[in-house]
C-alpha cells in the first residue's frame, strides 16, 4: 500500500503565544513550530501499514517554518520519500482550505492508496485538512480513526465515539483517513539517525500552484482569553502546599 | 435571504448525543437574534421517535433510509449537501465531534460554504467565538455571509437550554439523492472494556496527564489515589502513549466524569479534556505552567511540579487518616 501523509507544523503551546499586530492573527515571528501530534500519529500509522503489508511512505508539508527538520526525522523513522511544497504566502500561516487546495494539486503527481493524516489540529479554524483534501480530491474519509487494517482488497478502520465506543467501517480505496492515535505510541528516533538522513536523503521541493483560500472565515479579532475567575492559588513549597491540600481536602470531607 | 438555523442531530445506537442539545442551545440563541426558525436535521431508520426529545426547535425535519440507521460520513455527507443546498438555510450547526467533523468539511467543500470550526459561543449580534491553540486563544468574528457552516464545542452554550418537553412537528422527507454505491459503510461495534475500574463511578479522582513525564511516575499517582481511596485517570497524551487503557481516558473521545474531587496533575486542560470533567464537585489543578487553560476553570491551583508534590502529600493524606 502506497501512503500519503501530510504533516502540518503548527505552533508549540508550551511556548507563550502572542497575537500579531494586525489583531486577527497569532504573531509567527518568534513562533516555535512543531508537527502536529496527531500527524504524528498518522506516520506512525503508516508506518505500521508499510511493516505489515509492505508499500511506501511518503510525507509532505507545507513549507510553512523549519519544516526540514520534521522530513528528515520522517525518513529516519522509515519514511521513503519527503517533499516540501514551497510558497511564499506561507510565512504568514495558511488556512486548512488554502493547505488543502495546495495538497490537492501536488498529489495530482503522486500515486498513492491512503492518505493518512492527523483527525485534528489544535489551531484549526475552519474544518481540519483530511476531510477538505479528501472532498477536494473526491475520495471518502473517515476520522477519529484508531487503527487500520487490511481486508479484502480494501480497509477496516477502527473509529472513536464518546465513552470508548468504537465503531468499525469498511472504506473504499483510495481513501483519506484523519488518525487520532496510532495503534503504538509514535516510534522515537535517535539523533544520530535524523542527521544520516539529513546526509543521504534529498527533500524533494514543489512549487505550490494557486491557493484556493475560500471556506474560512474572516476573523474580527484573535486574542488570549482573560483571566477572570482564575483558580486560588495554592502558593508555599511542596511541604506546605501539602498540609493546605489535606487541609482542604479534610474540610471537604474526602478524607472520612 | 434565508434567517433559518439548521442543527443536525447527532445520535448513536438509538440515544441522541449530549452535544445535540448544546447545538439546539446555540442554535436557539441564534435563530431568535436573526428572527428565523431552528430546525433539527434527524437522519436515520426508523427513528422517528427521537424527534420527541428535540423540543427546543421549532420543527424537526427527519430523513429515513436504511443506509443512515447509523453514522457513517459518506452517506451522512451526501443526504445533509443535498438537503442544505435544497433549503439554504443561514447556518448549519454540526459538532466538532467525531460525527460532525467527519463531514462538516466535506459540505464546505461541496457547497463552497464557508466553515467556522471550533466554535464554543454564536449569536446573531456578536457572530462566533472559536477556541483554538488548545483553549489559550480565542478568535472571533461576523457570521460569514450570506450562509455557514459551524461546527460547535461544548463550553460555550448549556445543553440544559437545550432541552425541552415539547413535540415538534416532524416533516419526513425521502433522501433528496441515492444512498447506493457508499464508499464508506458500517461493519459493526466494538463495546468499551469492561471489568476493572470505572471511573465515571469513583469519588476521587487522581488524574495525570502529560506533565508526568513517565511511565514510570504512573506509580506516584497510583500511591496517591490509593491513599486518598480513589482511582487514577488521565489525559489523551498519557491513553496514546498506552501508559493507561482508554477506561482511564477522561474527555470528549473518554468518560465524563462528577468526582467529588478530581485532583489534575500536569493537564493543561485542552477543551477536549475539560468537556469531560467540568461537572467535578472540586476541580485541584497541579501545573507549572501558570498560562495553562486549566487554571481558568479549577477552584484551586498550585504551581508547581506534579512529580515532587505527589510523594509528599501520600505521606500527608496517610498521616492525616492516622496511616
Known amino acids: ?256 | 435571504m434565508s434567517k433559518d438555523v439548521w442543527v443536525v442531530v447527532e445520535s448513536l445506537r438509538g440515544e441522541v448525543l449530549e452535544n445535540t442539545y448544546t447545538m439546539l442551545a446555540a442554535g436557539r440563541t441564534l435563530a431568535d437574534g436573526l428572527g428565523g426558525k431552528l430546525t433539527a436535521l434527524l437522519l436515520g431508520s426508523k427513528a422517528e421517535g427521537l424527534a420527541g426529545t428535540l423540543g427546543v426547535a421549532d420543527g424537526v425535519t427527519y430523513v429515513d433510509h436504511p443506509a443512515l440507521a447509523d453514522f457513517t460520513p459518506d452517506a451522512y455527507r451526501r443526504t445533509i449537501s443535498a438537503l442544505v443546498k435544497e433549503a439554504a438555510p443561514r447556518a448549519v450547526l454540526m459538532g466538532h465531534s467525531s460525527m460532525g467533523m467527519d463531514v462538516a468539511s466535506g459540505i464546505s467543500i461541496d457547497l463552497g460554504l464557508p466553515l467556522v470550526s471550533a466554535c464554543q459561543t454564536l449569536s446573531a449580534a456578536a457572530g462566533f467565538v472559536s477556541v483554538t491553540c488548545g483553549g489559550k486563544v480565542l478568535a472571533e468574528g461576523k457570521l460569514p455571509e450570506p450562509a455557514c457552516l459551524v461546527t460547535l464545542v461544548p463550553g460555550g452554550h448549556k445543553p440544559q437550554d437545550g432541552r425541552k418537553d415539547a413535540a415538534p412537528p416532524v416533516a419526513r422527507v425521502q433522501p433528496p439523492v441515492p444512498l447506493d454505491d457508499l464508499k464508506t459503510k458500517l461493519k459493526g461495534y466494538i463495546e468499551p472494556e469492561a471489568g476493572g475500574i470505572d471511573i465515571t463511578k469513583e469519588s476521587i479522582l487522581v488524574s495525570v496527564g502529560r506533565g508526568i513525564g513517565q511511565q514510570d511516575n504512573l506509580k506516584l499517582a497510583e500511591e496517591l489515589a490509593a491513599a486518598l481511596g480513589g482511582a487514577v485517570s488521565a489525559s489523551r497524551p498519557i491513553v496514546d502513549q498506552g501508559w493507561l487503557p482508554t477506561s482511564r481516558l477522561v474527555g470528549k473521545s473518554g468518560k465524563s466524569v462528577k468526582p467529588r474531587l478530581y485532583l489534575a496533575l500536569g493537564i493543561s486542560g485542552a477543551p477536549e479534556h475539560h468537556e469531560g470533567m467540568s461537572d467535578a464537585e472540586c476541580i485541584v489543578a497541579v501545573n507549572t505552567d501558570e498560562k495553562a487553560p486549566i487554571l481558568d476553570y479549577a477552584q484551586y491551583g498550585v504551581m508547581e511540579d506534579a512529580l515532587k508534590l505527589m510523594p509528599v502529600l501520600t505521606a500527608r493524606v496517610k498521616q492525616a487518616k492516622g496511616g
Open chain 1, 1 to 256: 500500500m502506497d501512503i500519503l501523509v501530510p504533516i502540518k507544523l503548527v505552533p508549540d503551546l508550551v511556548e507563550e503565544l502572542e497575537i500579531a499586530a494586525n489583531g486577527v492573527a497569532l504573531d509567527r515571528r518568534f513562533m516555535r513550530l512543531i508537527p502536529s501530534e496527531q500527524d504524528d500519529h498518522a506516520l506512525e500509522e503508516a508506518l505500521l501499514l508499510k511493516e505489515r503489508h509492505g508499500g511506501s511512505v511518503t510525507v509532505i508539508t507545507l513549507d510553512t517554518g523549519d519544516t526540514d527538520d520534521t522530513l528528515y526525522t520522517a525518513i529516519a523513522k522509515g519514511a521513503d520519500r519527503a517533499i516540501k511544497v514551497t510558497g511564499e504566502s506561507f510565512d504568514e500561516g495558511v488556512t486548512n482550505h488554502a493547505a488543502s487546495s495546495v495538497l490537492q494539486a501536488a498529489a495530482k503527481d503522486l500515486t498513492f492508496d491512503l492518505i493518512l493524516t492527523g483527525a485534528q489540529a489544535t489551531d484549526d479554524l475552519d474544518g481540519s485538512t483530511g476531510p477538505l483534501l479528501a472532498a477536494r480530491l473526491g475520495l471518502p474519509f473517515v476520522g477519529y480513526v484508531l487503527a487500520v487494517s487490511q481486508e479484502d482488497g480494501g480497509i477496516v478502520v477502527r473509529k472513536e465515539y464518546p465513552g470508548g465506543l468504537v465503531a468499525e467501517m469498511t472504506v473504499d480505496l483510495p481513501a483519506v483517513l484523519g488518525i487520532s492515535a496510532a495503534e503504538k505510541p509514535p516510534r522515537y528516533v535517535v539523533t544520530a539517525k535524523v542527521m544520516e538522513a539529513m546526509k543521504t536523503a534529498t527533500i524533494e521541493e514543489v512549487a505550490a500552484g494557486d491557493a484556493d483560500a475560500q471556506g474560512a472565515a474572516e476573523l474580527a479579532r484573535m486574542y488570549l482569553p482573560e483571566s477572570g475567575e482564575r483558580a486560588e492559588m495554592i502558593e508555599g513549597g511542596v511541604d506546605q502546599v501539602a498540609d493546605a491540600l489535606v487541609a482542604l481536602f479534610g474540610k471537604r470531607g474526602l478524607l472520612g
